[in-house]
């Protein structure tokens, strides 16, 4: 594995997160993740088996339905702000997969490990740093913080502790030098 320091993990996980934010146009909470599987970044739905695979398995699970202007995936049993984590924890699980299957062959490519953040990386993407840093100087305090974004309240009190960083949108093209093994 790549000789990376927790904050350089941290950073690449980050700028994924923010680069897919980018690539949906989102401007306001609550990030839709939902949407990305509808219609994932090119590089995604031609590079990657694996997201392609995750697509299948989550279409077969749940079912698409209409809430509050965004399209989602609906399992019967767990509260919508559950959902929209544990959607956005796999989708770094499946572009990890994807990374790895794209370099399988390619002993001289060295992958770092980011499976430790894919919590990190489904705060930043339901909860993406421009948006809380807006929120912030809105004066907007912590107790509304899970509810504008929807996202579990547990999870929300982590968020509101990370960092914030400076992020300049850089969409799919992002996406394509930052995670392309070619």
Same mark, same amino acid.
């Given at each position: 594995?790549?000789?990376?320091?927790?904050?350089?993990?941290?950073?690449?996980?980050?700028? +994924?997160?923010? /680069?897919?934010?980018?690539?949906?146009?989102?401007?306001?909470?609550?990030?839709?993740?939902?949407n990305?599987?509808?219609n994932?970044?090119?590089?995604? #739905?031609?590079?990657?088996?694996?997201?392609?695979?995750?697509?299948?398995?989550?279409?077969?699970? @749940?079912?698409?339905?209409?809430?509050?202007?965004?399209?989602?995936?609906?399992?019967?049993?767990?509260?919508?702000?559950?959902?929209?984590?544990?959607?956005? #924890?796999?989708?770094?699980?499946?572009?990890?997969?994807? +990374?790895?299957?794209?370099?399988?062959?390619?002993?001289?490519?060295?992958?770092?490990? +980011?499976?430790?953040?894919?919590?990190?990386? /489904? #705060?930043?993407?339901?909860?993406?740093?421009?948006?809380?840093?807006?929120?912030?100087?809105?004066?907007?305090? @912590?107790?509304?913080?899970? &509810?504008? @974004?929807?996202?579990?309240?547990?999870?929300?009190?982590? #968020?509101?502790?990370?960092?914030?960083?400076?992020?300049?949108?850089?969409?799919? &093209?992002?996406?394509?030098?930052?995670f392309?093994?070619?």
């Open positions: 594995m790549a000789n990376l320091t927790e904050d350089e993990r941290q950073q690449i996980v980050r700028d +994924l997160a923010l /680069a897919l934010v980018d690539y949906m146009g989102v401007k306001y909470p609550p990030v839709w993740v939902e990305l599987l509808k994932p970044p090119t590089l995604y #739905r031609y590079e990657f088996q694996s997201a392609k695979i995750l697509h299948k398995i989550l279409d077969a699970i @749940f079912t698409w339905t209409q809430v509050e202007g965004g399209i989602l995936l609906v399992p019967s049993e767990l509260p919508l702000v559950e959902r929209r984590f544990i959607l956005a #924890r796999e989708l770094l699980r499946a572009v990890i997969d994807g +990374l790895h299957e794209q370099v399988a062959d390619s002993a001289s490519v060295l992958m770092p490990d +980011l499976g430790d953040y894919e919590g990190y990386f /489904a #705060r930043v993407l339901l909860a993406p740093d421009p948006m809380v840093d807006a929120y912030r100087k809105k004066g907007q305090d @912590f107790r509304g913080f899970a &509810e504008t @974004f929807l996202i579990p309240s547990h999870i929300a009190s982590i #968020r509101w502790k990370d960092p914030i960083y400076p992020h300049h949108g850089l969409g799919e &093209e992002r996406l394509r030098h930052a392309s093994v070619s």
